[in-house]
């Protein structure tokens, strides 16, 4: 499924052509959230808002005689000040009988603009009332990203702001702010407030602005291991000794897991002489680093790399208390010299 494009309701706002019913639903929060905040800000101005604009809360209709059924009636008065009155209901997913939604969009006020936000959660598409909103308005679907796609929308959205940024630096920040968009978007305000437009962010910027160590970080200790370099893992290790919170084993395990399964990535183009650039873009891994996860590959056969993906599965159980009672830069030591053995 491609990412989210929020583009074509933005240019309908833009226009005044706008449906009688918008429904912005799916599992990630943050493209039904600029889209929330867009209708908000830009289909009334300040003034026509006093008479035509109205939010409320799903759950808080529950509580009130007119409910739903009474928001629906305010939706087919006329606007009074503007070319369309706005109702905005918010947290749609708490909605149990959408009969008056459905009893509204039978014939609805063209002057009237619903907005129905469903967040956190699919919906049924069997529904007799999400098929009429997808045939009689629009239906955004916000989908979560696949994990290979986070690097190029971070990308993306800086260079909309008029940013670059370095392969390792947008490794750097995307590996460590996790797969949430809204943080990563507020996360990005510090360096569009700090730098100016048109510079190149590198791994000290992201030091500096996100508070990331640039030298000693879980994605370096990554990087010691893939080149089983025991010199560099081992003072890694050391480092994690003393700063257990930048080295929680909940992180540091599933990064490695993640890290080690595109390596037997590798192995598997190889063995079946399929190209290797076009399986490591399929998989995410960046052409800026495919080098790196090849030689990997080299300093680990196949077999060796199995064997590590178990290790770090085993790891993984130890680290919520599974047949082991170990502290986390025990484990953390002990999962490393295992890795660098494939014992």
């Given at each position: 499924m491609p990412i989210p494009d929020i583009t074509p309701i933005e240019n309908q706002v833009k226009s005044g052509k706008l449906a009688p019913v918008y429904l912005l639903w799916g599992e990630e929060d943050y493209f039904i959230d600029k889209l929330t905040?867009?209708?908000?800000?830009?289909?009334?101005?300040?003034m026509q808002k006093e008479f035509d604009f109205s939010i409320c809360f799903a759950p808080d209709l529950k509580s009130k005689e007119s409910g739903l059924k009474g928001v629906m009636a305010d939706c087919k008065r006329f606007p009074v000040m503007a070319p369309f009155q706005v109702v905005i209901i918010k947290e749609a997913q708490s909605i149990d009988r959408w009969e008056p939604v459905e009893d509204y969009l039978q014939n609805p006020v063209p002057t009237t603009v619903l907005v129905l936000v469903h967040k956190h959660k699919k919906?049924?598409?069997?529904?007799?009332?999400?098929?009429?909103?997808?045939?009689?308005?629009?239906?955004?679907?916000?989908?979560p990203l696949k994990d290979s796609e986070y690097s190029g929308w971070t990308a993306q959205y800086l260079k909309s702001h008029g940013y670059g940024i370095t392969p390792p630096a947008l490794n750097l920040l995307t590996e460590s702010l996790g797969q949430n968009l809204n943080l990563i978007a507020n996360e990005m305000e510090k360096f569009f407030i700090n730098l100016a437009k048109g510079s190149l962010i590198t791994e000290e910027e992201v030091e500096k602005y996100i508070g990331i160590n640039k030298e000693y970080n879980i994605f370096k200790l990554g990087d010691a291991l893939f080149a089983r370099d025991p010199s560099r893992t081992?003072?890694?290790?050391?480092?994690?000794?003393?700063?257990?919170?930048d080295f929680p084993?909940?992180?540091?395990?599933?990064?490695?897991?993640?890290?080690?399964?595109?390596?037997l990535i590798i192995h598997h183009a190889r063995?079946?002489?399929?190209?290797?650039?076009?399986?490591?873009?399929n998989t995410g891994i960046m052409p800026y680093f495919l080098k790196q996860y090849e030689n990997a590959a080299n300093a680990y056969a196949y077999k060796d790399t199995s064997r590590i993906l178990r290790i770090l599965l085993e790891y993984d159980a130890k680290s919520k208390g599974v047949d082991a009672d170990m502290e986390t830069p025990d484990l953390i030591d002990e999962l490393c010299f295992r890795i660098l053995h494939a014992l």
């Open positions: 905040e867009f209708f908000e800000k830009n289909v009334l101005d300040e919906i049924d598409k069997r529904k007799s009332v999400f098929k009429l909103i997808s045939k009689i308005g629009v239906s955004f679907e916000s989908s081992r003072k890694l290790c050391i480092y994690a000794r003393s700063h257990p919170k084993a909940q992180s540091v395990i599933p990064y490695l897991y993640k890290q080690f399964a595109k390596v063995d079946k002489h399929l190209p290797v650039d076009e399986v490591a873009r």
